[in-house]
C-alpha cells in the first residue's frame, strides 16, 4: 500500500526518481519494469502498477464509457522502471497536469498520485474552503 507524502523534483528530461521504499511495491507481479501513468480528473498522474492499470483497462473494455476509456486508455502512458528507479513522465502529460518540475509524491492506497507542488497547494486550498462552505468542519 502506498502512503504518506514526499517532495520531489523532475530532471531535465522529464524523469521523476522513484522513492526505495515505494520501488518494490510498484513492481508488477511479473517482475516488468512498466509501470503505468493516468492523468487524473482531480488535476494530477496517478502512477500505479502496470497490472492494475491492465486490470482496468480489461474492465473499460466490456462495461466502460466513452469518457473512462479517454481517460484510462487515451490519456495514459506506460513507462519502463530503469535501473536507476527513475521513470519518464510523458510531455503530454506533465503538461495535462501542469506538471513543471517541483513535485509532490501522494500515496493514496493502491496507487500514487503526482502533483505540480503549485497546482497541489491550490487544490488544498479549495478543498478546505469547501469543507468550511458546506459546514463540515469538524475534525
Do not use: Q
Request: net charge neutral; hydrophobic share 40%; proline share 1%.
Amino acid at each position: 500500500m502506498f502512503y504518506g507524502i514526499t517532495a520531489l523534483s523532475l530532471d531535465i528530461k522529464g524523469r521523476m526518481t522513484i522513492p526505495v521504499r515505494y520501488r518494490d511495491f510498484l513492481s508488477s507481479d511479473d517482475k516488468s519494469s512498466n509501470l503505468a501513468l493516468v492523468e487524473s480528473d482531480e488535476g494530477c498522474l496517478m502512477l500505479m502498477k502496470h497490472s492494475m492499470w491492465l486490470k482496468k483497462v480489461d474492465t473499460l473494455m466490456d462495461n466502460g464509457t466513452n469518457a473512462e476509456k479517454r481517460f484510462w486508455l487515451g490519456l495514459s502512458d506506460t513507462p519502463e522502471l530503469d535501473k536507476s528507479g527513475r521513470v519518464l513522465i510523458n510531455s503530454v502529460l506533465r503538461d495535462g497536469a501542469a506538471i513543471k518540475k517541483e513535485i509532490i509524491l501522494l500515496g493514496v492506497g493502491d496507487y500514487l498520485e503526482i502533483w505540480d507542488s503549485i497546482r497541489l497547494e491550490n487544490h488544498k486550498s479549495n478543498v478546505m474552503s469547501m469543507k468550511f462552505i458546506s459546514g463540515d468542519n469538524h475534525k
